[in-house]
């Protein structure tokens, strides 16, 4: 080798140990690599010994082991030394390496030297480099390692982190005034943060999280206006944010969590336009979000979780996020743990860390994660979410708060959003649809909030890995499609209306749910029951049996056999509909409201108003009622004859039982119920709504029958029930239910419909069992089939009333008696 200047053989998969011979005569050899092959044993005296013109040493990430090499401290041309990720051991050689006054950059991390820093690194006049992260050195920092006399130190780069060093950071680490980064993160260094170090002019990264540090965050920190990455997490550090810190511009990546830090969050954070990070979870800020924070247009990261903040979410928070630079989270290496269990002392979904230096197994070290039982471990890609033009937020977290308002629907405008928790807080109103337009969210909890209504039927459109709703007030079935019906039942758990796999199953005849939509299948339970042999009962023999007195709870336990599941019939919108018979002998629906819900009282008292006010041959009546402190139940008229659920879409007679004639008669009477509620009785005036105001009083809506701007706030009115009668009607007449497997996509019942009558083929959207009927008539289908479209039109304004509905069905049915009437009549002849 006595020519050869450099020599690489770097990840060549070279194995066994270094061999005398294999260097000999390599006195003017200047560059060396052997790094990435699987070199062993360890590095024997005499091996390097002939190389003095070694310039640069790379023998990292092998498999060598034993002590510092002492070959290498003869070397006196050596500039560049990295030995990183091996096995050497042993204490560093003190005056040894001062012995190589040209050496510039020195690696020594991920092996397993230990002992204390030698003091003698502070002679190293050239050194730029000094990386001696995770290995197991001890005591103190030297404050030799910049010293105040003779020249000036050139070092740029001090990382110590991974280690157990103790004692403080030495003031005099402001003599080192060329130095760009410093991290001293997980050791357990204490003491207060130098004030020195505000006058580092080049300082980028200060990375100190997990140690022991106390007292405030120095005002100086301001001097340091080119800091990029300041993190400070997993300390005692007390006071607020130094409002200094505005004018570190640069500011990429701020982590202040988990330490005891008070005050509010300040406003100014919004004008660092380059700030993708921000943690400033588990402290102790008080006051709103600063809606400012929206101004931040690189923000990738919002983390602010385990505070005592309150008040509203800013909409803001969606405005300019996410863009930054392409490529910018992959210029520090981070990692996201999980947190593995939530206790008082582990909030939040999990801890962004910065992990340059650090090996993966050593953060079990951290008291921290120990705490914290992280059990999971990801690494976040660097991603989409850095496009310049139309990033966004990619991480958000409010838990753990005191905020108290509705969830922003802008936050759906969040395209790359993956993580969104903002449980444990107090927000209230309904689950906005428009957070399904975050197409990237993975994991989702509003868990221990006081949310109400339904979940979105946007949300199908989401793969969900992980999602708790537990602990609200929601309601209505959980969609059946996407992935809300993959996950446990412990996260929809203590939502007493909700209903629907994996939870029981909503009961059939209580489907759709908001009120006057119960008015729909409480008179089709009762034209059923007047059915008989094919032949229908005078409207007399169904007169609703004269109200009792008021009944004693322990009558209703004896008349359900102690409310047993061998006489429930199913699950209604706020608890259980049991059949029991009272002492008199009447047989009755028992409806037993669960009363840990709110929402299940105000049910009982909305439903006692208006079913006891109401007269209509059409709606059943409520017989009597039990109330008490601890327990509600409507007792209602028995139908024995089922529902029109089972009849439409489970019973084998559906076409020759329930054909053309009867379901235009059910759903004329339907009609004229609807039109009683809507106008004569003054729905409105009892609900304080009209056409044009929409009221919210908690009552549910299920997934298919719900009108657009009920799905999406929570709000309905007369002309969302006209929305629901439309889908109804439709459903009756194709026998398709809304929720069918074949409607995916774009593709809903009401659409499948619209495309078909346009294209003037019904005769595929007809029910099937109607064409073998031999009083149907394909075309008395187009008038109904057109009044269903228009009930169910998207924009409300288009819809007609149940007058008008009223008006179009009696003439269908008109002209169908007519048609009957004239064809009996010539077969007849």
């Known amino acids: 080798m006595g020519g050869v200047r450099r020599l690489n053989l770097a990840w060549n998969s070279i194995s066994g140990p270094l061999q005398v011979p294999a260097f000999t005569n390599c006195s003017r050899m200047e560059s060396l690599d052997l790094s990435g092959n699987s070199i062993s044993g360890e590095v024997l005296p005499g091996v390097l010994s002939g190389c003095t013109a070694l310039v640069s040493l790379n023998l990292s990430s092998n498999h060598l082991k034993g002590a510092f090499p002492p070959d290498i401290t003869l070397l006196a041309s050596l500039s560049y030394l990295n030995l990183s990720n091996n096995n050497f051991s042993g204490e560093l050689p003190g005056d040894e390496l001062a012995g190589l006054p040209r050496l510039s950059w020195l690696t020594l991390s991920l092996n397993h030297f230990h002992g204390s820093m030698p003091d003698s690194l502070g002679r190293l006049a050239n050194l730029r480099m000094l990386d001696l992260s995770s290995n197991e050195l001890s005591g103190a920092i030297p404050s030799s390692l910049c010293p105040n006399t003779g020249s000036k130190s050139k070092l740029e780069v001090l990382y110590l982190q991974n280690n157990y060093l103790t004692g403080g950071i030495p003031a005099t680490i402001s003599n080192c005034e060329s130095l760009e980064s410093l991290d001293l993160s997980l050791n357990y260094i204490n003491g207060s943060i130098p004030t020195s170090v505000g006058s580092l002019a080049r300082l980028r990264d200060l990375i100190l999280w997990e140690n022991k540090l106390e007292g405030e965050i120095p005002v100086s920190l301001g001097g340091a206006r080119g800091l990029e990455h300041l993190i400070l997490e997993y300390n005692t550090l007390t006071g607020s944010v130094p409002s200094e810190l ?367 006010m109401a007269r209509h041959r059409n709606l059943i009546r409520i017989i009597t009622t ?78 298919g029958y719900m009108s657009p701007e009920y799905g999406s706030y929570g709000k309905a009115s007369r002309k969302s029930d006209v929305f629901s009668y439309g889908i109804m009607l439709l459903e009756v007449f194709t026998g398709k239910r809304p929720t069918d497997a074949m409607f995916v996509g774009e593709l809903s019942l009401r659409r499948w419909v619209h495309q078909l009558f346009q294209a003037d083929q019904l005769v595929h959207v007809v029910d099937r069992r109607l064409l073998q009927c031999f009083d149907m008539d394909i075309s008395f289908l187009v008038p109904i089939l057109e009044v269903g479209l228009l009930c169910s039109s998207d924009s409300p304004g288009d819809r007609i009333t149940m007058s008008e509905v009223v008006l179009r069905m009696k003439n269908v049915k008109t002209e169908y008696i007519k048609y009957i009437s004239s064809t009996l009549g010539s077969v007849s002849q």
């Open 246 to 612: 505005m004018n570190c511009k640069n500011l990429k990546w701020m982590a202040l969590g988990s330490n005891r830090l008070s005050g509010s969050v300040p406003a100014w954070l919004g004008r660092l336009d380059n700030l993708a990070i921000l943690k400033l979870n588990n402290n102790s800020f008080s006051g709103q979000i600063p809606p400012e924070l929206g101004d931040c247009k690189s923000l990738i990261w919002l983390d602010l979780n385990d505070n005592q903040l309150s008040g509203s979410i800013p909409p803001e928070l969606a405005r300019q996020s996410g863009k930054v630079a392409i490529g910018f989270t992959i210029v520090r290496p981070h990692i996201y743990l999980r947190n593995g269990e939530q206790s008082s002392k582990c909030r939040g979904a999990g801890s962004l860390l910065e992990i340059g230096g650090v090996r993966l197994e050593q953060l079990n070290r951290m008291a921290s994660k120990n705490r914290c039982n992280f059990t999971r471990v990801y690494i976040l890609a660097s991603g989409e979410h850095t496009l310049k033009s139309n990033g966004s937020m990619i991480f958000l977290d409010l838990s753990f708060n005191k905020l108290d308002s509705e969830i922003p629907k802008e936050l759906g405008k969040m395209n790359y959003l993956a993580i969104m928790n903002l449980r444990q807080n107090q927000l209230s109103g309904a689950i906005p649809a428009e957070l399904a337009g975050s197409k990237n969210l993975g994991m989702l909890d509003l868990s221990h909030n006081k949310l109400e209504g339904p979940i979105p039927s946007s949300f199908s459109l989401l793969s969900l890995s992980e999602i708790d709703l537990s602990y609200n007030r929601l309601n209505g079935s959980i969609p059946e499609m996407g992935s809300l019906a993959t996950f446990q039942e412990s996260q929809y758990a203590n939502n007493s209306g909700l209903c629907g796999f994996p939870l029981p199953p909503c009961q059939p005849f209580l489907k759709p749910q908001a009120f006057v939509i119960i008015v729909i299948l409480l008179y089709c339970i009762s034209w059923i029951n007047k059915v008989d042999n094919g032949k229908t009962k005078s409207s007399n023999d169904l007169t609703a049996p004269a109200s009792h007195q008021l009944v004693s709870h322990l009558e209703l336990v004896r008349a359900t056999g102690n409310f047993s599941e061998d006489y429930m019939l199913g699950y209604g919108s706020h608890g259980k509909v049991f059949k029991g018979q009272l002492s008199d002998g009447l047989t009755v629906a028992i409806k037993v409201l669960d009363m840990r819900s709110m929402c299940a009282i105000r049910s009982f008292e909305a439903e006692c108003r208006v079913l006891r």
């Open 626 to 703: 039990c109330s008490n402190m601890d327990f509600r139940a409507l007792v209602l008229q028995y139908m024995p004859n089922g529902n029109l659920e089972t009849l439409l879409h489970c019973s084998q007679q559906g076409g020759t039982q329930f054909g053309f004639h009867e379901r235009l008669c059910v759903m004329l009477e339907v009609s004229m119920a609807m039109e009683y509620l809507h106008h004569d009785f003054g729905i409105a005036r009892l609900i304080q709504a009209d056409d044009n105001s929409a009221f919210s009083i908690n009552m549910h809506g299920t997934i």
